[in-house]
């Protein structure tokens, strides 16, 4: 996939990410305020009931420490209402910033690949054309050789023998392997230092991931960028170093 294309996509994506943040964000400034309201009424229902404690019944006394109690039982709820909102906005840009990576390792797998298709191939036209020109520069002194020889002698040949000139060997296309590819240079987002890391790329979780069904693996879950995997393959999967263990048996 080009540049552009997974620019473009991802720009769809977040298309509506600032209306949505600004929404979260209007919603806890009106938590905010609602609960500054009700601090000011358990003040003054706080200071009522201290500069009228011997005058007031105790039905009275009673009546405003439910309203505080009631007070007090809105702001926590509003407090909890707005902690529910950060974890939304929270998860909201963090989805965005784990395809960012994923598109990002993804990309630069591509450009990693084509890197090295494209030297091999040089490499090889090199390589190939050399071999040719070694083996026109032989028949060419043989030839020559052999005329000089025949002069020589005096006596002609009846058949000139042929000279066989050795065809260089087909060069075969280097098969790259996407999983041997390591995504580098990620964007690292904030996370716990006590959070565990998996994958070829030893980097935290995010996006799908697949387990090896070697059971002996050392690293056992992986990135599906990473190993080159767009959807969860049928039967057992192995991972690339498994795989190779496993040839080598």
């Not at 906005?89 to 993804?106: C, S």
């Not at 050399?130 to 043989?142: D, I, S, V, Y």
């Not at 005329?147 to 280097?174: M, Y």
């Not at 002996?216 to 393959?233: N, Q, R, Y």
């Amino acid at each position: 996939m080009a540049a552009g294309m997974y620019l473009e996509h991802y720009l769809d994506s977040i298309e509506n990410l600032p209306f949505e943040l600004q929404r979260n964000f209007n919603l806890m400034r009106d938590l905010d305020q609602r609960t500054e309201d009700l601090k000011g009424q358990i003040d003054s229902l706080a200071k009522e009931y201290t500069a009228n404690a011997r005058t007031l019944s105790s039905e009275q006394k009673l009546s405003i420490l439910r309203q505080i109690q009631q007070s007090y039982s809105k702001c926590k709820e509003f407090g909890d209402d707005k902690v529910q909102l950060a974890m939304q906005t929270y998860e909201m840009v963090d989805k965005h910033i784990r395809r960012l990576d994923t598109d990002l390792a993804r990309f630069e797998a591509d450009l990693k690949e084509k890197q090295i298709e494209s030297t091999d191939y040089d490499s090889t036209s090199s390589k190939g054309k050399k071999a040719e020109t070694r083996q026109k520069e032989k028949k060419t002194a043989k030839t020559r050789s052999k005329v000089k020889s025949s002069d020589e002698d005096g006596s002609p040949k009846s058949a000139q023998k042929k000279v066989k000139l050795l065809q260089p060997g087909e060069f075969n296309s280097p098969a790259t392997n996407f999983g041997n590819v390591h995504p580098s240079d990620v964007l690292d987002m904030p996370v716990d230092p006590n959070e565990p890391t998996y994958c070829l790329c030893h980097q935290v979780s995010y996006g799908e991931m697949i387990g090896c069904d070697n059971t002996d693996c050392s690293i056992e879950w992986f990135h599906f960028a990473c190993v080159g995997l767009t959807t969860k393959p049928r039967g057992k999967w192995y991972c690339p170093r498994c795989s190779q263990d496993r040839k080598r048996k």
